[in-house]
């Protein structure tokens, strides 16, 4: 199976309410089989998970998700959340 | 200067300065291997580090508008409302993981407010500082050298103006114009990051008069420059940081590691030059300096301020009393102040404006109010700390105590709180309290970026009082 290539873009991270690090080493880890994961300048991708330190999400600010499909993390309890959108991702692209 | 990218980078470039620092009358001939510098490095350092991580890139750096290259955000001029905003959310994350001052926005602000006052007074005089300024922001931006903003004089008899000193060295001046540049001498007081940093950016200290032309000045010097000597100044508890232990309470140090430089004759080329004699325009340039600066303090002392409030919280957990209500109230009235400080320094840059540069500046009267703010909370912050930890704060033996083969049986068994907390987990949390609620911290928070009373002072002036009291007679019908 071919690993979808998910870019990853930060908000700035001034008050952050969760450790936005941990949460992407966390989906490598559950999910890392499945996904690969990138910056989000990275060519080829084929979705973009924002890690926003809090519910402004400042990282939506610097970047337009264009035509690739994106999901935004704003809590820590938000992990499962993220990695349905991602299996729906998976399922979209049919492999 | 070959470009400074990462923190050993940075190192690298201070050990290749050999500038003229002293310590307790001693030379200092790398102050990278010097423990009570050191610490004070290292924080600097994260304002180059952090800025390669992409968790933090978008606050922490910024695109050049006279280059349109990636810059790190501590060279840039600000050019949107959004832009200081940022600065104020940067100062609080880097604030997170130092728990200390990393003194680069001092260079900063002075970069912002040479930008924008050399712009005016090149309208006025027709000068080009502006233009020069221009090519020495390119090489800032470029190399991403660290600078200190070098405002405050000695001042010597406060009730003498510059001219009148028994020591006309007492405020920094011009001793000769050259064909080629000028001469400087004086001094420059409480220089945040002076010792860890490439250059000075020299800005004039308090209004002038046509009397006083020699003294409204603005040039930048590298710090290694011959006639430019550095004497680092004694915190409180510095020898605790030769120790490098517990008993540091932060590896960060405190504050900014402070010092006095020292201008002994030094030769500036005019393309350094942003200001020379044009008195009337001093007092501008201080008033943008102080107020960029004192917009500040809600995002790096709101960001030192979360670091204390959770230290707080885990020396009542770790002594048992976390859930007693007294402590859940004062954590949140820290917590109150701490946010009140920082709503502060995003008000005031919300309400920024374009300067006719076209940099933006924070609203003055805002940034002065949120300064003022800072000179009492966290005052107020620190004794509420000292409120929950407890005396043992002040009271607490060596680390040397704790190691012992002979009394660090007793230090563990008498200091123990909460079961299964280590001890000195409990005295290193402690350490940190002490650390950053007293001595020369608080002191820092009441006088850094200017005294209580010069805010006052630009209350006096922004306030507008004279509509207030329309507003009052309007209401009640008094013509």
């Given at each position: 199976m071919i690993k979808k290539r998910i870019g990853v873009k930060y908000c700035g991270?001034?008050?952050?309410?969760?450790e936005r690090g941990e949460m992407v080493k966390k989906l490598q880890f559950l999910i890392g089989d499945r996904f690969d994961f990138f910056p989000?300048?990275?060519?080829?991708?084929d979705g973009l998970l924002f890690i926003q330190g809090c519910e402004r999400s400042c990282a939506l600010e610097s970047l337009n998700p264009g035509k690739i499909p994106s999901f935004s993390i704003?809590?820590?309890?938000?992990w499962g959340k993220a990695i349905d959108w991602l299996e729906n991702l998976n399922k979209k692209k049919g492999d | 200067m070959k470009r400074i990218v990462t923190k050993e980078d940075y190192i690298k470039s201070l050990k290749d300065l050999h500038h003229r620092v002293y310590y307790n009358g001693k030379r200092v001939e790398d102050v990278t291997e010097h423990p009570a510098i050191r610490p004070h490095i290292n924080s600097a350092a994260l304002t180059y580090e952090l800025a390669l991580r992409p968790e933090h890139e978008d606050l922490m750096t910024a695109t050049s508008h006279l280059t349109g290259r990636k810059i790190n955000r501590f060279t840039h001029i600000h050019q949107s409302v959004n832009d200081l905003i940022k600065k104020v959310q940067m100062l609080r994350l880097i604030a997170h993981e130092t728990g200390s001052c990393f003194q680069r926005c001092v260079g900063f602000d002075a970069l912002n407010a040479v930008y924008m006052t050399t712009y005016d007074i090149d309208q006025k005089y027709k000068t080009d500082y502006f233009e020069r300024f221009k090519k020495y922001l390119i090489y800032v931006q470029d190399s991403n050298v660290m600078l200190v903003g070098g405002m405050t004089d000695p001042k010597g008899d406060r009730s003498l103006s510059p001219s009148k000193q028994a020591d006309p060295d007492l405020f920094t001046h011009v001793v000769e114009r050259r064909s080629d540049g000028i001469i400087i001498r004086g001094a420059k007081a409480h220089m945040t990051g002076g010792v860890n940093s490439h250059e000075i950016l020299i800005m004039p200290t308090q209004t002038m008069r046509e009397e006083e032309k020699d003294y409204a000045l603005s040039c930048a010097i590298p710090l290694n420059a011959p006639g430019v000597v550095l004497i680092f100044g004694r915190q409180t508890n510095e020898e605790r940081k030769f120790e490098g232990g517990i008993d540091a309470g932060n590896p960060f140090g405190a504050v900014g590691g402070e010092a006095l430089i020292i201008f002994d004759n030094v030769f500036v080329p005019w393309e350094r030059v942003f200001l020379c004699g044009e008195y009337d325009m001093a007092g501008l340039l201080v008033e943008r300096f102080a107020t960029l600066h004192r917009q500040n303090y809600g995002g790096c002392k709101g960001g030192v301020s979360d670091i204390l409030v959770g230290a707080t919280a885990l020396a009542a957990e770790y002594q048992g009393t976390a859930n007693a209500s007294h402590i859940k109230e004062k954590l949140a009235e820290m917590m109150h102040l701490a946010e009140t400080i920082y709503s502060g320094s995003v008000a005031c840059s919300a309400m920024g404006y374009k300067t006719p540069s076209g940099a933006y500046y924070p609203d003055p009267l805002l940034a002065n109010t949120t300064k003022h703010n800072v000179t009492r909370h966290i005052y107020e912050i620190s004794r509420l700390a000292h409120d929950i930890a407890g005396g043992i704060v002040a009271t607490m033996p060596f680390q040397g105590d704790l190691e012992s083969s002979e009394v660090g049986r007793y230090v563990k068994k008498y200091l123990a709180g909460v079961k299964g907390i280590p001890v000195e987990d409990r005295i290193k949390i402690l350490r940190l309290i002490e650390n950053m609620s007293g001595g020369t911290a608080l002191v820092e928070s009441m006088h850094g970026a200017g005294s209580p009373q010069t805010q006052k002072v630009m209350y006096g002036r922004l306030g507008n009082l004279e509509q207030k009291k329309r507003w009052a007679k309007r209401l009640v019908g008094i013509e």
């Open positions: 991270g001034c008050n952050p309410t969760y989000y300048d990275q060519k080829d991708l704003t809590k820590e309890t938000e | -």
